[in-house]
DNA sequence: ATAGAACTTCTACAACAAGTAGAAAAGTAT
DNA sequence: ATACTTTTCTACTTGTTGTAGAAGTTCTAT
């Protein structure tokens, strides 16, 4: 399903950071501050608007962004959290296979120390 | 990186239901009795052997697959287990983010009481 | 050793996703 | 009404994937 370019990416991740739906212009504000690739040397032109306002189409499209049409200059939000999507992205990757259980052991034995803790605890044991 | 379309993904199944590496041929003929999509009306022509060598040698080329020079028909294999594949994905997604305890926690939500159950004896008593 | 078969590599094209943005249309404010 | 802002439409480019023919290489059987 969800697949997001790195455009796509950075649109959502400045959506999670903020907690009330704001306007594409200050996204594309925002995404000019951050430089897409950690490259300082160059300084790139800023995108244009309709840039960023079809990246949020497409994202609305793929039911990850809904807007506001009732403000006039329409304001986007995240439909869901980071955390939630994140989740929901390992849950399809982890699929429905017969392997479940083999795949999540190998998936635990990967995690730190303090998050197998945290697991722990949340599975109660 | 690694995101698989629909033939790659049932050349990648077949490899990982394989112990031994195969031939294209042979992979040919196991895809051509294992119908893309379940639709049994459409009886469809099987693929060329050389949709399938390009399809692995994208394959070798992204690093899942493998292929014995040696023998003279060439053999593939899948160079990780699904399980392992999968559970690398799993953290791919997870990613780097500060938020990761968080994603965790609504992740372990999901899972069947079993795999629950099955998760706790991993992380010890 | 050689012709024909089998196999591999090269090249190519269509379809689609994603980055990018101008042109045109629609709404707003004075 | 008119100038300005915002949104939608359309479009081009690049990269990925499905698909496979053409050309090149390597066997194999005689």
Not at 52 to 64: A, F, M, Q, Y
């Amino acid at each position: 399903m969800a697949t997001l370019g790195d455009l796509e990416r950075a649109v959502m991740d400045l959506l999670w950071e903020h907690q009330e739906a704001i306007t594409a212009n200050s996204l594309r504000d925002l995404l000019s501050q951050r430089p897409s690739t950690e490259d300082s040397t160059v300084e790139s032109r800023p995108l244009a608007v309709t840039t960023v306002l079809t990246v949020l189409s497409r994202l609305e499209k793929k039911g990850l962004v809904e807007r506001e049409r009732s403000s006039r200059p329409h304001r986007y939000r995240a439909v869901t959290s980071r955390e939630d999507h994140t989740a929901e992205l390992m849950l399809e990757v982890l699929g429905s296979a017969p392997d479940r259980e083999a795949v999540l052991a190998r998936f635990i034995g990967t995690v730190s120390p303090g998050e197998a803790e945290t697991l722990r605890k949340l599975l109660g044991h």
